[in-house]
């Protein structure tokens, strides 16, 4: 059974950075592709990065403007993100997920697993 454990959450005055964790544990980490995912009050669920298995490919939502990096660890079991000039509007709860599909998705119904969820404040 996959479990993903998001960390590193909280708040943070525009401008600031902030660095997620997100920690598999129950499977190889290494045989998923990993993404985050963020949902802010009375929207959708977005993609905001995602990761294939090599780390190779890493695309971006188009927000994010060079602002966000997405990297993972295979020996720790971790994907990352930090996250760069953070603005108001990234105020959002932001997901890991995780999925075997072949290439890096950006819709949240190919991910099957997903975390708990951790809070991202920005202020102004």
């Known amino acids: 059974q996959v479990q993903l454990v998001e960390s590193g959450g909280g708040l943070v005055q525009a401008g600031g950075s902030l660095s997620l964790s997100c920690a598999l544990s129950?499977?190889?980490?290494?045989?998923?592709?990993m993404g985050w995912f963020r949902q802010a009050p009375g929207r959708e669920r977005e993609f905001v990065a995602g990761?294939?298995?090599?780390?190779?490919?890493?695309p971006y939502g188009d927000f994010v403007k060079g602002r966000f990096t997405i990297s993972r660890d295979n020996a720790k079991n971790t994907v990352y993100l930090q996250m760069n000039s953070l603005k108001p509007e990234d105020t959002a709860v932001y997901y890991c997920?995780?999925?075997?599909?072949?290439?890096?998705?950006?819709?949240?119904?190919?991910?099957?697993?997903w975390g708990q969820g951790t809070q991202v404040t920005v202020s102004s």
């Open positions: 997920a995780a999925s075997l599909t072949v290439d890096v998705g950006t819709k949240p119904s190919l991910y099957p697993y």
């Open positions: 129950g499977r190889t980490f290494s045989a998923y592709v």
């Open positions: 990761i294939s298995r090599s780390g190779g490919s890493t």
